[in-house]
């Protein structure tokens, strides 16, 4: 299981400003600073919780591998993003809060200080500022509902849950429901006829194919609108696909991630819906034909390789320059990048609460959300199906020498795949990008190499537009690959269109991605 480390490089940062230590032996020496006893305090710093105890530097001489990095040994800074809970009970105060093990993993630890009953008042109103400080936005005592693939990370997934995962999420004081799923689409029929009143969250113990099995499954239900803005779906990365977890919660580290569940903010996200024959299925991550749909789905068999497959199965089709004729039908909004790089700029300094951008009200009302024919399920298809005929203003356009149709709806691809810089939860729009089968070796190469170092957007053979929708037509109609969310597809005609921030998930910042973003800003 590889690990990105962006979000929380060091877990642990420097205690803040000095603070008093004057009248320790007091309850309180200020509001923000309860003594412990004559050798012990806790103080409300700027971003942290400083902790001073003598005991620190009798019986932690290693420091925590170097990753407490306090000015003294018997100091600590406990930044309120790692606290989990706090609680005054039978005269003892428990803090518990995720400590780094590595610079990749979290586990919880518990902090008990015993005080006097005729402090019991004073400690409680100091909990509940450091309770107040520790999730801000966000919502304590999350409801969860967890979905493990035991089949995920190589059998590894009911291993992860229990040692880095169940141990947080109740230690944050967290309700749990946990289901072991046995068979492929078990988790649409769970989040089908779940009780959406009783949860907040759906946290997917798994790659990317529980998330999309979730919202699918929730998008069937009548009340699906509804049930979208209201669950929260997260994935907690246990699999060999995790692109949902290194886009909102900036890691693929099954503890991590967790810690950003627990302080996660409410985020609307983008969905699409995807026509193909009969079927209409949502669509949260990407769609490809081309080189990445069989760089993806035609290389299971190298699965021991781990991600390098991808980029094996990647390489060897550029440099084989091979071409996928189609047709194409596009309803673009933005074409240049100098445009889409600045409608990024401004969502990144939209510092607005998610709770105010929308509401079940807000969703209901958009326009790319909402049309005519309103009813509690999905929201009417605003250009059809792909059986339809073609919406007026689009034009099939043939593309002989098409080598990669790649859209997608979050940045990262893959822990190391920042294939759609400019990409954000809830603009409303898809990120298309367009390349020709027949380029250079030399091109190949240098685009491949790009992807990892985040020039990707900038090179000129990379066609990156802003779009509402599309039909793609397979020329060939044979046995080729067509990925929808890493999900292999009939090989056949689809159509997509995108509602603007019908589904819910937990992030960071509450409207970003976390990720660099277009190179150049």
């Given at each position: 299981?590889?690990?990105?480390?962006?979000?929380?490089?060091?877990?642990?940062?420097?205690?803040?400003?000095?603070?008093?230590?004057?009248?320790?032996?007091?309850?309180?020496?200020?509001?923000?600073?309860?003594?412990?006893?004559?050798?012990?305090?806790?103080?409300?710093?700027?971003?942290?919780?400083?902790?001073?105890?003598?005991?620190?530097?009798?019986?932690?001489?290693?420091?925590?591998?170097?990753?407490w990095?306090?000015?003294?040994?018997?100091?600590?800074?406990?930044p309120?993003?790692h606290?989990?809970?706090?609680?005054l009970?039978?005269?003892?105060?428990?803090?518990?809060?995720?400590?780094?093990?590595?610079?990749?993993?979290?586990?919880?630890?518990?902090?008990?200080?015993?005080?006097?009953?005729?402090?019991?008042?004073?400690?409680?109103?100091?909990?509940?500022?450091?309770?107040?400080?520790?999730y801000?936005?966000?919502?304590?005592?999350?409801?969860?509902?967890?979905?493990?693939?035991?089949?995920?990370?190589?059998?590894?997934?009911?291993?992860?849950?229990?040692?880095?995962?169940?141990?947080?999420?109740?230690?944050?004081?967290?309700?749990?429901?946990?289901?072991?799923?046995?068979?492929?689409?078990?988790?649409?029929e769970i989040?089908?006829?779940?009780?959406?009143?009783?949860?907040?969250?759906?946290?997917?113990?798994?790659?990317?194919?529980?998330?999309h099995?979730?919202?699918?499954?929730?998008?069937?239900?009548?009340?699906?609108?509804?049930?979208?803005?209201?669950?929260?779906?997260?994935?907690?990365?246990?699999?060999?696909?995790?692109?949902?977890?290194?886009?909102?919660?900036?890691?693929?580290?099954?503890?991590?991630?967790?810690?950003?569940?627990?302080?996660?903010?409410?985020?609307?996200?983008d969905l699409?819906?995807?026509?193909?024959?009969?079927?209409?299925?949502?669509?949260?991550?990407?769609?490809?034909?081309g080189?990445?749909?069989?760089?993806?789905?035609?290389?299971?068999?190298?699965?021991?390789?781990?991600?390098?497959?991808?980029?094996?199965?990647?390489?060897?089709?550029?440099?084989?320059?091979?071409?996928?004729?189609?047709?194409?039908?596009?309803?673009?909004?933005?074409?240049?990048?100098?445009?889409?790089?600045?409608l990024?700029?401004?969502?990144?300094?939209?510092?607005?609460?998610?709770?105010?951008?929308?509401?079940?009200?807000?969703l209901?009302?958009?326009?790319?959300?909402?049309?005519?024919?309103?009813?509690?399920?999905?929201?009417?298809?605003?250009?059809?199906?792909?059986?339809?005929?073609?919406?007026?203003?689009?034009?099939?356009?043939?593309?002989?020498?098409?080598?990669?149709?790649?859209?997608?709806?979050?940045?990262?691809?893959?822990?190391?795949?920042?294939?759609?810089?400019?990409?954000?939860?809830?603009?409303?729009?898809?990120?298309?990008?367009?390349?020709?089968?027949?380029?250079?070796?030399?091109?190949?190469?240098q685009?491949?190499?790009?992807?990892?170092?985040?020039?990707?957007?900038?090179?000129?053979?990379?066609?990156?537009r802003?779009?509402?929708?599309?039909?793609?037509?397979?020329?060939?109609?044979?046995?080729?690959y067509?990925?929808?969310?890493?999900?292999?597809?009939?090989?056949?005609?689809?159509?997509?269109?995108?509602?603007?921030?019908?589904?819910?998930?937990?992030?960071?910042?509450?409207?970003?991605?976390?990720?660099?973003?277009?190179?150049?800003?």
């Open positions: 299981m590889t690990t990105t480390t962006t979000p929380i490089d060091n877990p642990f940062v420097d205690p803040a400003p000095s603070f008093e230590e004057n009248g320790r032996g007091n309850s309180f020496a200020t509001d923000a600073t309860l003594a412990v006893g004559r050798n012990a305090s806790l103080t409300l710093g700027t971003d942290s919780l400083i902790v001073l105890d003598e005991s620190f530097e009798k019986r932690d001489h290693s420091n925590c591998c170097g990753l990095p306090s000015g003294t040994a018997n100091t600590r800074a406990v309120f993003y606290i989990l809970w706090a609680v009970q039978d005269s003892v105060l428990t803090i518990q809060y995720a400590s780094p093990t590595s610079k990749t993993t979290v586990q919880n630890a518990t902090l008990n200080y015993p005080f006097e009953y005729q402090q019991v008042e004073a400690v409680n109103k100091w909990v509940y500022k450091l309770l107040d400080r520790a801000g936005p966000a919502q304590k005592k999350k409801r969860v509902k967890v979905l493990v693939n035991p089949h995920a990370g190589k059998g590894s997934a009911v291993k992860w849950y229990h040692r880095d995962i169940e141990p947080l999420l109740k230690a944050a004081q967290c309700s749990i429901d946990m289901v072991n799923t046995k068979y492929m689409g078990e988790a649409v989040t089908q006829g779940m009780d959406i009143e009783a949860f907040d969250v759906v946290a997917c113990c798994s790659g990317d194919g529980l998330p099995e979730v919202f699918n499954g929730l998008g069937k239900r009548p009340d699906a609108r509804k049930a979208l803005a209201k669950i929260a779906v997260v994935n907690l990365p246990c699999g060999s696909g995790n692109a949902m977890s290194c886009n909102l919660n900036g890691t693929d580290s099954a503890s991590l991630a967790t810690l950003v569940m627990i302080k996660g903010i409410p985020t609307p996200l699409i819906s995807i026509t193909q024959g009969e079927n209409r299925t949502l669509s949260f991550l990407s769609q490809s034909l080189i990445v749909a069989e760089a993806d789905l035609a290389t299971e068999h190298l699965r021991w390789m781990g991600p390098m497959r991808f980029h094996w199965g990647f390489l060897a089709r550029l440099m084989g320059q091979k071409c996928y004729p189609c047709d194409i039908a596009v309803k673009s909004v933005l074409e240049d990048k100098p445009s889409i790089r600045e990024y700029k401004r969502e990144q300094n939209n510092h607005e609460p998610a709770s105010e951008r929308r509401g079940y009200k807000h209901l009302d958009d326009d790319a959300s909402a049309s005519s024919g309103f009813e509690d399920g999905l929201p009417s298809l605003r250009y059809g199906t792909v059986n339809d005929k073609l919406p007026d203003g689009w034009e099939l356009i043939p593309y002989d020498k098409l080598g990669n149709f790649y859209c997608g709806n979050m940045s990262y691809m893959a822990a190391d795949a920042n294939f759609f810089g400019a990409a954000l939860p809830n603009d409303g729009y898809m990120d298309l990008i367009c390349i020709n089968g027949d380029l250079g070796r030399l091109k190949t190469v685009m491949l190499l790009n992807v990892d170092n985040n020039k990707f957007f900038d090179m000129p053979d990379v066609y990156y802003k779009i509402l929708g599309y039909r793609i037509i397979p020329k060939d109609q044979g046995d080729g067509i990925s929808i969310d890493g999900e292999r597809v009939p090989f056949q005609p689809f159509q997509a269109e995108v509602h603007k921030g019908l589904g819910t998930v937990l992030s960071k910042s509450g409207h970003m991605y976390e990720s660099p973003g277009p190179w150049g800003l």
